[in-house]
């Protein structure tokens, strides 16, 4: 009679065990498996001069922001160069995947966009701005 | 009495460890300045300065003003330690105030050190506070030193275990120890500060690393008040106070919002222009710089040269207010733990619960930007903080004339379960860094 008591309880305890080990296993691969950072891509949409006392090598590239403010060291972007065109790429953004641990570097966003700093090799002078993706010419806003 | 041959193994292994596995730390003496486990833990800020609180302002001018005659001030048996290292400086509390006063003028008398663009004016009032400093801690590192190992505790721990997350450092009032936040005191974190730094001049705090947001009133005309809105290059921020050196009209901003120099604008006026480099301590990918020929970080800090005339007022009140006050001038010194201050900034307009939790510490944001210098302060959160926008706002004190002292310029915000703490750059790093001075009113 004891034996059959004991049995069933011995059968709800190995069930509960190998419930708690998978669900470790689950977290494990759950925090492995989650990218600490996400990358998302924005196509710029127009550039804009510093101005007075700004880096003549540096131009702010704009695109569309549906957020009140951003950070913008969580961006970057990049162009080639030649002598009459600057070919922007995508702008890059890595930014937290899970903003418990994340915080923002930013400042308010102007006229719906984030303004992300591309430095290039040497002042703009006459050269054309381009999107790389499909070589549609950026306007160069003056600030 | 008979071993069980599983416990037997058991021991084996665990002497196979203690003795094959660890080795250093079997090799580490106990006064190892290099061995980790020295390393204390703190929990709690400590107590505020009090009544110390004039005396800790003058003794970090000193230093900052003397950083290789001077070490680290603390707080220590109801006096303020200002470790003296330099016959020079152990001239400044012996005898009368007059004897006093010439000891400050021979200092004052030497080359400016790097990364001070000038000196502050020594008062009858500092001279009596002088004499209530003990200066005989000798073996003291310098103040340099000390700045220098607050930099490297962020620098060296960020660069060896980035996934321990530290995000803050500063110097104990206290203790003079380099205090490290961390989220997880990794073996390899606390090996990089025991070695870095020396574990008796280091202590961890372990503490979850909040939210971290930098921040950024609606038409302002010349001449310009300080809280109000400015544009810039990477979007809306707000200016802090009016600044002037000779017959040039300057507003104060946090660096951030001109992190490459250029043009800034209010809604109507084209205010005026930044230039890079030298007149602002921010790299969007680095966070603080130095500002071109300097070596102390400034915080988050830059100025404006206007176009137009510029007014020693600032705004207060609401959003959409245009009250102002007249601004008196700079706080007596170093705005420090335990001070209650309020801020101004164009998104989130006037805010008056602040209380200083640290200063001069390092702050880590999450794009691993690093904010140097800068001061925090605290409130338990009811639903109002700076916000972004109210970046290059300004931390100020109100006098009881309605008047009101300038304390510093905002730089951006950390939000937790029912806090928030604005991060701003103490006015005296504006004032050591950049040309000119403050405009009163």
Redesign the interface.
């Known amino acids: 009679m004891s034996g059959a008591i004991r049995r069933p309880r011995r059968r709800w305890h190995t069930a509960l065990a190998l419930l708690i080990v998978a669900g470790l296993i689950a977290s494990v691969a759950y925090v492995l498996l989650t990218p600490l950072r996400r990358t998302d891509y924005l196509q710029p949409t127009a550039a804009?001069?510093?101005?007075?006392?700004?880096?003549p090598n540096?131009l702010?590239i704009l695109s569309p922001w549906d957020q009140?403010?951003?950070?913008?060291?969580?961006f970057s972007v990049g162009a080639a160069e030649t002598d009459t065109v600057v070919s922007v790429s995508a702008i890059r953004r890595?930014?937290?995947a899970v903003?418990l641990?994340?915080?923002?570097?930013?400042?308010?966003?102007?006229h719906g966009q984030?303004?992300v700093?591309l430095r290039l090799g040497q002042p703009l002078g006459s050269r054309t701005v381009v999107r790389a993706e499909d070589g549609s010419p950026l306007p160069v806003l003056e600030? | 009495m008979t071993i069980h041959p599983l416990h037997r193994i058991v021991a084996y292994g665990a002497a196979l460890i203690i003795f094959a596995g660890f080795p250093t730390m079997a090799q580490a003496s106990p006064s190892d300045p290099a061995d980790p486990s020295r390393i204390q833990y703190v929990s709690d800020d400590g107590p505020g300065l009090g009544e110390l609180t004039a005396a800790y302002q003058l003794s970090l001018r000193l230093a900052e003003e003397n950083p290789n005659d001077f070490g680290y001030p603390t707080v220590r048996g109801g006096r303020v330690n200002l470790p003296a290292l330099t016959e020079a400086a152990k001239k400044l509390t012996s005898g009368d105030a007059g004897e006093r006063a010439r000891a400050k003028a021979a200092l004052d008398a030497r080359p400016l050190p790097r990364g001070i663009a000038k000196r502050t004016e020594t008062t009858p009032d500092d001279l009596e506070v002088m004499k209530t400093l003990d200066l005989s801690a000798s073996n003291s590192r310098t103040f340099r030193r000390a700045e220098e190992q607050k930099n490297a505790a962020i620098d060296l721990t960020l660069a060896a275990d980035p996934d321990a997350?530290p995000w803050m450092s500063y110097i104990d009032e206290h203790s003079g120890k380099v205090i490290v936040h961390v989220?997880t005191p990794t073996p390899r974190l606390m090996a990089t500060l025991a070695k870095g730094i020396g574990a008796d001049s280091v202590a961890v705090r372990v503490q979850p690393?909040?939210?971290?947001?930098?921040v950024?009133r609606p038409s302002d005309t010349p001449p310009f008040y300080g809280g109000a809105r400015i544009?810039?290059?990477?979007?809306?921020?707000s200016d802090a106070f009016s600044w002037h050196s000779g017959s040039t009209q300057m507003m104060l901003t946090a660096g951030?919002?001109v992190?490459?120099?250029?043009?800034v604008?209010t809604l109507d006026y084209s205010m005026?222009?930044?230039?890079?480099s030298s007149?602002e301590s921010w790299d969007?990918?680095a966070?603080t710089v130095f500002m071109t020929g300097q070596s102390t970080f400034r915080g988050d800090v830059a100025v404006i040269?206007s176009s137009y005339s510029t007014a020693g007022r600032m705004f207060r009140g609401g959003t959409s207010s245009t009250s102002s006050a007249r601004v008196a001038g700079m706080a007596s010194g170093r705005t420090t733990s335990g001070m209650k201050v309020c801020s101004s900034g164009a998104?989130s307009g006037e805010i008056c619960v602040w209380t200083v939790t640290h200063d001069r510490t390092l702050v880590v944001?999450?794009?691993?930007?690093i904010a140097r210098n800068v001061t925090n302060t605290v409130e338990r959160w009811d639903g109002r903080c700076v916000?972004?926008?109210d970046?290059g706002g300004a931390m100020f004190g109100v006098n009881s004339d309605g008047s009101v002292n300038a304390h510093g310029v905002i730089s951006?915000r950390?939000t937790g379960p029912g806090w928030c703490q604005v991060i701003f750059t103490d006015i005296y790093d504006a004032y050591y860094g950049l040309p000119g001075y403050l405009t009163t009113g």
């Open positions: 804009r001069t510093l101005g007075e006392g700004g880096d540096v702010m009140r403010d951003y950070c913008p060291g969580e890595v930014s937290a903003p641990f994340g915080g923002c570097a930013g400042a308010e966003a102007l984030v303004a700093e600030p | 997350k989220e690393k909040p939210q971290i947001d930098h950024s544009y810039t290059p990477v979007g809306s921020c951030h919002c992190p490459n120099g250029g043009s604008s005026g222009s930044v230039n890079r007149e969007t990918n966070g040269r998104s944001y999450s794009d691993l930007t916000i972004p926008g970046s951006g950390m």
